[in-house]
T-cell receptor, first 109, second 114 residues
Framework: GQNIDQPTEMTATEGAIVQINCTYQ??????LFWYQQHAGEAPTFLSY??LDGLEEKGRFSSFLSRSKGYSYLLLKELQMKDSASYLC??????????WGAGTKLIIKP | DGGITQSPKYLFRKEGQNVTLSCEQN?????MYWYRQDPGQGLRLIYY???????QKGDIAEGYSVSREKKESFPLTVTSAQKNPTAFYLC?????????????FGEGSRLTVL
C-alpha cells in the first residue's frame, strides 16, 4: 500500500529553526509537495520537489532524497503566524496525490 | 482574478436531508477534486474528475455523489446515506498538461449535521 509518515505534532520557539520530516512509500513518484494549513482554512502551496536536493524560498526550504523516500521542510526565523499544520503529499505514478496526515506546528513565544 | 469558489462556507443539515456543495473554478483546469477533512486529520479523497462528463470514486465515496457537466463546475452532494457527514469539505483543481500538478484549493465548506 501507499504510505506517507509525518510527526503528528511539533513545538518550537519564536525565532528558532524547525525541521519537519516526511517519509513516503508510494507506487511511483512524480514529485512531492508541502502545503501549509491554518486552522479552519484551506491548504496553501509552499513547495514542490521532483529532483534530489534543497529548494530554498525565503524562510522556507524543502529537501528531497528520492533514494531514501524522504523529504523535510525547514522553517527559519520562526514567527507566531507559522503556527499551522504542514501537509506532505506525493504525486504517484498515476499522477494522483497521496497525502500525509499533517504535522501540527506550535510556536511558543 | 482566477481561482476556485466554494459555497456555502457554512452549512447546517438535518439528518435525512441531502445537501449540495458548489465548486466553481475559472483556472481552465482539467482536473477537479473533492476532499473531506476531519479534525486533526489529513485529506481524504471523495471523488475526482479529469474530464467533463467523467468522474472517479476516491477512497471514501460512499454516501456522496458528484457531476461534471461543465469544465468549470464540480458540485458535491452529501446524501442521507452518508452516516457521519459533519466535516470540512475542500474542493481543489489542477491542470494536467505540462503542469507540476500543484493543487489549488477553494476556501472550504464546513458542514454540520444537527
Amino acid at each position: 500500500g501507499q504510505n506517507i509518515d509525518q510527526p503528528t505534532e511539533m513545538t518550537a520557539t519564536e525565532g528558532a529553526i524547525v525541521q519537519i520530516n516526511c517519509t513516503y512509500q508510494t507506487s511511483g513518484f512524480n514529485g512531492l509537495f508541502w502545503y501549509q494549513q491554518h486552522a479552519g482554512e484551506a491548504p496553501t502551496f509552499l513547495s514542490y520537489n521532483v529532483l534530489d536536493g534543497l529548494e530554498e524560498k525565503g524562510r522556507f526550504s524543502s529537501f528531497l532524497s528520492r533514494s531514501k523516500g524522504y523529504s523535510y521542510l525547514l522553517l527559519k526565523e520562526l514567527q507566531m503566524k507559522d503556527s499551522a499544520s504542514y501537509l506532505c503529499a506525493v504525486l504517484d505514478s498515476n499522477y494522483q496525490l497521496i497525502w500525509g496526515a499533517g504535522t501540527k506546528l506550535i510556536i511558543k513565544p | 482574478d482566477g481561482g476556485i469558489t466554494q459555497s456555502p462556507k457554512y452549512l447546517f443539515r438535518k439528518e435525512g436531508q441531502n445537501v449540495t456543495l458548489s465548486c466553481e473554478q475559472n483556472l481552465n483546469h482539467d482536473a477537479m477534486y473533492w476532499y473531506r477533512q476531519d479534525p486533526g486529520q489529513g485529506l481524504r479523497l471523495i471523488y475526482y474528475s479529469q474530464i467533463v462528463n467523467d468522474f472517479q470514486k476516491g477512497d471514501i465515496a460512499e454516501g456522496y455523489s458528484v457531476s461534471r457537466e461543465k469544465k468549470e463546475s464540480f458540485p458535491l452532494t452529501v446524501t442521507s446515506a452518508q452516516k457521519n457527514p459533519t466535516a470540512f469539505y475542500l474542493c481543489a483543481s489542477r491542470g494536467l498538461a505540462g503542469d507540476t500538478g500543484e493543487l489549488f484549493f477553494g476556501e472550504g465548506s464546513r458542514l454540520t449535521v444537527l
